[in-house]
């Protein structure tokens, strides 16, 4: 790919480029009615951990730009473990007493606002703690998931159109560092970097779901294939790690834009390879077990055969 790196940026670009897109995985999950199948639990379910693992890298990357040592590392590390798993717990148990009530007004647009404040309030503490809101507002949204299931269900649907007017700000915000002759210029490097993440994700992943998940009932390998073409993208975190990674002089501005590129045109062609793979996947299953079928009427009807030869003998 041209990239010229030490070793502690070519870890930094990895673990860039293993962050996947949380916004176009579940929004896909949900429209194909996954979400609440055991592969869609379990694609979930690494998802999140990707996004809590983004609160870890930002916390040490500027320790260790600084060439902090390993204990200043680690201790920075605990510190801010500790703030955070504090103010999760805090908010754990005032969070759903704020939403009963902001309930109790029965104005929908009270709770709304109530909703939005607190989201913002999270992202200002992760900011200050973590020197990263996006993390504060993540944490927000799965807060926001433990009040009661009716209330929380309720807070969703008014928050749908507030998210998709966000999530229209964001990706337009990603298009207006995206330059058409660059990538056009650096179509190469790009074109390397988006199908090399999409193969070697889903090579890794199958593998990884079937062991992690081998105690979850009906995982085989459609479920963890599945699993790994989902997830077998460049996230919108990536934006968040590399402007990090550009600050702190891990990465410079050529491949800084040849990262966001790769990234950006990962996030607008991910719906159709995941479709495309997916049928593939679904064919090739389909057809392994239907030759399995026939391998069985084949073993069935042999034996049968063999029984009625020993009754004419007999």
Request: neutral net charge.
């Amino acid at each position: 790919l041209g990239f010229q790196s030490k070793s502690n940026e070519a870890i930094f670009l990895g673990c860039v480029l293993a962050m996947s897109s949380t916004t176009m995985v579940v929004k896909g999950l949900v429209e194909s009615n996954e979400i609440n199948s055991s592969g869609g639990k379990i694609t979930v379910g690494i998802l999140v951990m990707q996004d809590l693992t983004l609160a870890v890298l930002l916390s040490i990357l500027p320790v260790i730009a600084s060439s902090g040592s390993v204990l200043e590392i680690f201790v920075t590390f605990l510190a801010k473990c500790v703030l955070i798993t504090a103010v999760v717990m805090i908010c754990r148990y005032s969070f759903p007493v704020v939403l009963g009530m902001l309930q109790s007004s029965k104005s929908h647009d009270i709770l709304l606002l109530g909703v939005v404040s607190l989201c913002i309030t999270m992202t200002m503490i992760t900011e200050k703690i973590l020197h990263s809101g996006e993390v504060g507002a993540f944490l927000s949204g799965m807060l926001i998931n433990t009040a009661p299931k009716e209330l929380a269900k309720k807070t969703m649907i008014l928050f749908d159109p507030v998210r998709d007017i966000f999530a229209a700000l964001f990706f337009s915000s990603i298009g207006m560092l995206i330059n058409p002759a660059f990538l056009l210029e650096k179509y190469i490097p790009v074109s390397i970097m988006v199908l090399g993440v999409l193969v070697i994700k889903i090579i890794l992943l199958i593998p990884i779901v079937r062991i992690l998940a081998s105690d979850v009932p009906g995982v085989d390998f459609q479920v963890s294939g599945t699993c790994a073409i989902s997830l077998a993208n460049i996230g919108e975190f990536a934006f968040v790690l590399a402007n990090e990674g550009l600050g702190i002089g891990y990465l410079d501005e050529a491949n800084y834009k040849v990262l966001l590129g790769s990234a950006a045109v990962s996030l607008l062609l991910s719906p159709l390879f995941s479709s495309v793979l997916n049928q593939a996947l679904l064919q090739s299953v389909g057809e392994v077990s239907g030759k399995e079928k026939d391998i069985r009427r084949a073993g069935s009807s042999s034996s049968s055969d063999m029984s009625n030869v020993e009754i004419k003998l007999k």
